[in-house]
């Protein structure tokens, strides 16, 4: 976030968007750098130096919300299933599973031979006892929903793991996409105390070495890794917050990959030295920002309010302000063109005037003339909070601001740094209202954000939403398997989210990688770029840093 989001290369698994028809690919004007060149067969050694904006939270996934912490447990650890670069679902710690004919039984088949960091073995217990701990009421986390709907899971011998469910789910089999946590190390812990959570130990192409908290994180190659080692033979995250100073880092050499803003890459990299040294890529994102209202305020709790600030806020002034058009609107938390997306809903677009009518239907007046709107001696007056590292959050903020003014709406906007921001606004529900991205996967169940159920402390529906008509919606959604059927489910969710408002939907981004000329391998895909990064390679007369 930084986005809210779960495990790097699989935020599929267990979130929110759409996004079956993505189309990913290179810059045309950088085809021919974005071309692996010559060079000879991959080979193993260099570094790659990677810009965060935010530092990490928690490295340990069952606690983890943030998208750093997705980004480095992604590489650490592995899930039983997996998407692959085609966003088809594909075997990584299972080899392969059976589903039962009624959908309520998964059985799977887990590799043999794997090993945790520390040298033991990975077995089905491992993934019992990670099932147990996500719906262990005990442990704090965001992700219980979907093993909760699990009747029965048990251990058919040490590689063969089966679960039953009550009823049929259909993201049942990209659920256990989930990372497996190390039995032998977390069983009679207590969770929150656990060391893992600032030195993890996986099972994945990567493992831990360092963090030095508000600086950088180190990761090594595991070379015994089950798909065999990674070339690159160790990963640094440079916790960089703000965007400028990466992208200095980045053209001193300080960096080998971060991701563009919308001005890095369209007007301070299109230049001859830039494309000798660089590949930039460009695709749509699994994400999107929005502007969500805390539904404990007052002031919120009224639907004309909320219609009346998305329509005072121009959306395509932000697109092409701050984006450069590198985006589109957003309507709903299905990205256009998914086949969940509907198509149909209000945009809300930018109209001051009605803005201004459903104020004063909702009885906020200018009573002392002052400028701001006011009813029952109150002013119509809020405090957006939004991360620090993430300039188009700002940007965008700055003129939500000007517009909401225009119409009698006196905001003030906070920028926090990442972790106290989590910490301190987000989680607790302490804050007014809120410009965060959510970003996410391939099915469109988004049961765990939209739900009433998910309004508790820590929990992802911060916002506190609740709709019993949305709440039933989920709930079908998520037990039909048949695509024409739910997307009926969800268009109706959408209508419904279109109406009450309790997020403004700001905009689709897309994302802009881009990364050193001198690493190989890269396959941009509808996953995008990092699916097959254990793959990514530098030519030995090209690599920059020896170990």
């Known amino acids: 976030m930084n986005s809210l989001s779960y495990r790097f290369g699989l935020v599929g698994a267990v979130l929110l968007l759409c996004c079956l028809c993505l189309v990913c690919g290179c810059d045309r004007r950088d085809d021919k750098l974005a071309g692996q060149g010559e060079a000879g067969p991959p080979v193993a050694g260099d570094t790659l130096i990677m810009g965060s904006g935010a530092d990490a939270v928690n490295l340990l996934p069952v606690l983890a919300s943030d998208g750093t912490s997705g980004d480095i447990n992604g590489l650490v650890y592995n899930g039983l299933v997996r998407y692959d670069k085609d966003l088809n679902i594909e075997g990584e710690l299972a080899e392969r599973w059976e589903i039962s004919p009624d959908n309520l039984t998964l059985t799977f088949h887990l590799r043999q031979g794997v090993r945790w960091h520390d040298g033991a073995p990975f ?302 606004f987000i989680n607790p529900g302490n804050f007014d209202a809120t410009i965060l991205g959510w970003s996410g996967g391939i099915d469109p169940d988004v049961y765990n954000v939209w739900h009433s159920s998910k309004t508790g402390p820590g929990e992802l529906n911060f916002i506190a939403f609740q709709n019993t008509e949305v709440d039933q919606l989920l709930e079908a959604g998520r037990r039909t398997f048949d695509q024409k059927e739910r997307k009926r489910f969800y268009d109706r969710f959408q209508e419904i989210l279109a109406e009450e408002q309790p997020y403004t939907f700001l905009y689709v981004p897309e994302s802009l990688p881009v990364v050193a000329a001198r690493f190989r391998g890269i396959e941009p895909a509808p996953a995008g770029i990092m699916h097959n990064f254990i793959r990514w390679y530098v030519p030995a007369e090209e690599q920059k840093y020896n170990r």
Request: hydrophobic share 40%.
């Open 123 to 424: 077995t089905a217990e491992d993934v019992l006892f990670t099932y147990r701990l996500l719906v262990d009421p005990k442990t704090p986390t965001a992700y219980a929903e979907r093993y909760r709907q699990v009747a029965t899971a048990e251990v058919l011998d040490a590689y063969t793991f089966r679960v039953r469910y009550h009823k049929p789910l259909a993201t049942a089999l990209i659920s256990w996409a989930f990372s497996v946590h190390p039995r032998h190390l977390l069983e009679g812990v207590e969770i929150t105390k656990s060391p893992l959570a600032s030195h993890p130990i996986g099972t994945g192409p990567y493992r831990f070495v360092a963090w030095q908290r508000g600086e950088k994180i180190v990761l090594e190659a595991n070379p015994d890794y089950f798909e065999g080692p990674p070339y690159i033979q160790r990963v640094l995250y440079r916790v960089i917050p703000d965007a400028s100073t990466m992208f200095l880092e980045m053209q001193s050499g300080g960096l080998d990959h971060m991701g563009l803003t919308p001005l890095q890459y369209a007007r301070q990299t299109d230049t001859p030295a830039f494309r000798r040294r660089f590949r930039k890529y460009r695709y749509p994102a699994f994400a999107y920002t929005y502007l969500g209202y805390n539904l404990h305020r007052p002031m919120f709790q009224d639907k004309r309010v909320r219609q009346a600030l998305s329509y005072a806020i121009d959306k395509q002034e932000i697109i092409d302000g701050v984006l450069l058009g590198l985006g589109q609107v957003a309507s709903g938390p299905y990205k256009p063109g998914s086949w969940a997306h509907n198509s149909d809903v209000s945009l809300y677009r930018y109209d001051p005037q009605r803005a201004r009518a459903l104020l004063a239907e909702a009885g906020w007046q200018d009573s002392d003339g002052d400028g701001v709107l006011d009813r029952g001696g109150k002013p119509l007056a809020f405090t957006i909070v939004t991360n620090q590292g993430n300039d188009q959050r700002v940007k965008a903020g700055e003129i939500i601001q000007r517009r909401l003014s225009e119409v009698g709406v006196k905001v003030k906007l906070r920028v926090v740094e990442w972790a106290a921001f989590l910490k301190e």
